[in-house]
């Protein structure tokens, strides 16, 4: 509703949610993009192999496609969670994705808006004391570390039925889940994956000390000085 009590107009909300419409309807396209591709790169193979080829729908089921989409997932979500618990006390001079120097650690109760410090606008839990207020304050992070540990696990389970399969059509013995994951292949897909991420991440904190993108809030102002930190535009 608007401050005069009417409803508010479809443009309106989807200006409001632009920004996580746009990445989600790219991310769909992205998987959609991937399925197709995916299946003629796997049906390449069964020819090669003297297999028969299958469909995009078989394709979409398969250990094959959820083990790779699974392997970006989980490092993504790593990603994000080192960064959110990193930047609570680690800092870098002049970045915009660093908080103030000064402001290194927890912070205030006060400086959160927590317990009495509270506004009439904050959420409820933050307004709570206890086990929630603790839960809430680390809510980002439990949820960032969660779905991590769930996109792993179903990456691994996914990589081992993958890696059986191909073991079968090279008349070799397939692996169990725990055996899977001591195999170099298992470690050497996950670990290219982190080291890719934790470089973009050092690139933007290093970058935006010194580059700007005029209008975007992961940039400084394009005037400010290359050693404010914890400035966005």
């Given at each position: 509703?608007?401050r005069?009590?009417?409803?508010?107009?479809?443009?309106?909300?989807?200006?409001?949610?632009?920004?996580?419409?746009?990445?989600?309807?790219?991310?769909?396209?992205?998987?959609?993009?991937?399925?197709?591709?995916g299946?003629?790169?796997?049906?390449?193979?069964?020819?090669s192999?003297?297999?028969?080829p299958?469909?995009?729908?078989?394709?979409?089921?398969?250990?094959?496609?959820?083990?790779?989409?699974?392997?970006?997932?989980?490092?993504?979500?790593?990603?994000?969670?080192?960064?959110?618990?990193?930047?609570?006390?680690?800092?870098?001079?002049?970045?915009?994705?660093s908080?103030?120097?000064?402001?290194a650690?927890?912070?205030?109760?006060?400086d959160?808006k927590?317990g009495?410090?509270?506004?009439?606008?904050?959420?409820?839990?933050?307004?709570?004391?206890?086990?929630?207020?603790?839960?809430?304050?680390?809510?980002?992070?439990?949820?960032?570390?969660?779905?991590?540990?769930?996109?792993?696990l179903?990456?691994?389970?996914?990589?081992?039925?993958a890696?059986?399969e191909e073991?079968?059509?090279?008349?070799?013995?397939?692996?169990?889940?725990?055996?899977?994951?001591?195999?170099?292949?298992?470690?050497?897909?996950?670990?290219?994956?982190?080291?890719?991420?934790?470089?973009?991440?050092?690139?933007?904190?290093?970058?935006?000390?010194?580059?700007?993108?005029?209008?975007?809030?992961?940039?400084?102002?394009?005037?400010?000085?290359?050693?404010?930190?914890?400035?966005?535009?």
């Amino acid at each position: 509703m608007t401050r005069a009590g009417t409803p508010r107009r479809p443009v309106g909300l989807l200006k409001e949610n632009s920004l996580s419409l746009f990445f989600a309807l790219i991310f769909l396209a992205s998987l959609v993009a991937q399925a197709f591709v995916g299946t003629a790169f796997f049906n390449r193979e069964q020819l090669s192999g003297g297999l028969e080829p299958v469909g995009v729908g078989d394709y979409v089921l398969s250990s094959a496609y959820w083990v790779d989409i699974t392997e970006n997932w989980q490092s993504e979500f790593l990603q994000f969670l080192l960064f959110v618990t990193a930047t609570v006390w680690f800092v870098q001079k002049g970045s915009p994705e660093s908080k103030a120097i000064e402001k290194a650690g927890r912070e205030s109760d006060k400086d959160q808006k927590v317990g009495q410090y509270a506004e009439e606008s904050s959420p409820p839990w933050a307004r709570a004391r206890g086990w929630r207020l603790s839960v809430y304050s680390n809510s980002l992070a439990l949820v960032m570390g969660a779905i991590f540990l769930g996109s792993w696990l179903a990456q691994s389970l996914g990589g081992a039925v993958a890696y059986s399969e191909e073991q079968l059509r090279n008349l070799q013995d397939p692996v169990t889940w725990t055996e899977y994951l001591l195999l170099p292949d298992f470690w050497s897909r996950t670990i290219q994956n982190w080291q890719s991420e934790f470089l973009a991440v050092l690139a933007m904190v290093v970058l935006s000390i010194y580059l700007r993108e005029r209008g975007s809030p992961e940039s400084k102002p394009v005037g400010t000085a290359h050693q404010s930190t914890g400035v966005q535009g």
